[in-house]
């Protein structure tokens, strides 16, 4: 096997220090004390029995442990449909906001520097843009093209990467890989694309778990897109069968934590597996 060679001295090294590990573990911690005592209250509130009043005081173990909240969530709320309309968004947006961003940020590195600070300053600009203000122009577009009341329109951000932001993040991983072995690559006669898929693809493995993460939770808890291209009950996602469930008892607060919790429970069993492909990545780099 050939070795890879050093890196030039100067370039910036695509290993994490023991200071980038040690403010991770304090993320981590952050996160960890942050999120989970709400997310133990949001489980203590579902197992609630359905109709029975808020408690006086936060309570982890409800004195009547009950889970039929959950059915009646299941039941009431269509969530099962509106889940598996959910996961048919993410399964298309997450492989093409990862496959576009990451050509996108491959492309800026074998363009030249003014045209790569062109592109960065135009999406920063782009990021400063609300959502909002193109709401009308996005529904005037894809009511001609004859696209609403279908999945199409939420799936239509990942073509651009879904976010302005994606691709800048995978060109300054790519931009970290060694310029030695960027030359081994041009000495072996592969194409870009070659390069991209063979060499840089596999050496931002941690990247990619970060978007492809960032990704499902920005589709899976979109709300704003569906409630303004989507009017078909059948072809409700999630965020919207959540706010149906919210508005036929108000009152009843054990169902809806419920439906709350089936909604949370991919989000987290997402970053988990990110954050497990994160630590088996420095592993093996160790």
């Not at 997310?39 to 009547?64: F, T």
């Amino acid at each position: 096997m050939t070795a890879v060679p050093p890196a030039r001295r100067g370039a910036p090294s695509p290993y994490p220090t023991w200071a980038a590990r040690g403010w991770r573990s304090f993320g981590a911690a952050f996160v960890v004390l942050a999120f989970v005592p709400p997310l133990l209250l949001l489980v203590s509130g579902s197992l609630r029995r359905p109709g029975s009043p808020p408690p006086p005081r936060p309570e982890l173990i409800p004195r009547q442990v009950s889970t039929s909240g959950y059915a009646d969530a299941l039941e009431l709320g269509g969530l099962l449909r509106a889940s598996v309309n959910s996961l048919v968004v993410a399964a298309i947006a997450v492989p093409a906001s990862v496959l576009v961003a990451s050509l996108a940020g491959f492309a800026l590195t074998q363009v030249s520097g003014r045209i790569t600070g062109l592109v960065a300053a135009a999406s920063l600009a782009a990021v400063m843009i609300p959502a909002t203000v193109l709401l009308v122009p996005r529904f005037a577009v894809f009511r001609a093209i004859g696209w609403t009341d279908t999945l199409v329109p939420l799936v239509a951000p990942a073509l651009i990467g879904t976010s302005p932001l994606y691709p800048l993040v995978y060109y300054l991983a790519f931009r970290a890989i060694p310029a030695d072995l960027k030359d081994v690559c041009r000495m072996e006669d592969l194409s870009p694309m070659q390069v991209w898929w063979r060499v840089a693809m596999p050496l931002v493995r941690p990247v990619t778990a970060a978007i492809a993460a960032l990704t499902f939770v920005v589709t899976w808890s979109n709300f704003l897109d569906p409630l303004v291209f989507v009017y078909d009950r059948d072809l409700f996602t999630l965020p919207l069968a959540l706010r149906s469930l919210a508005t036929l008892d108000p009152t009843n607060f054990p169902v809806f934590l419920a439906g709350a919790v089936l909604a949370t429970v991919p989000a987290v069993v997402v970053f988990g597996l990110a954050q497990r492909a994160f630590l088996q990545i420095d592993d093996e780099r160790r």
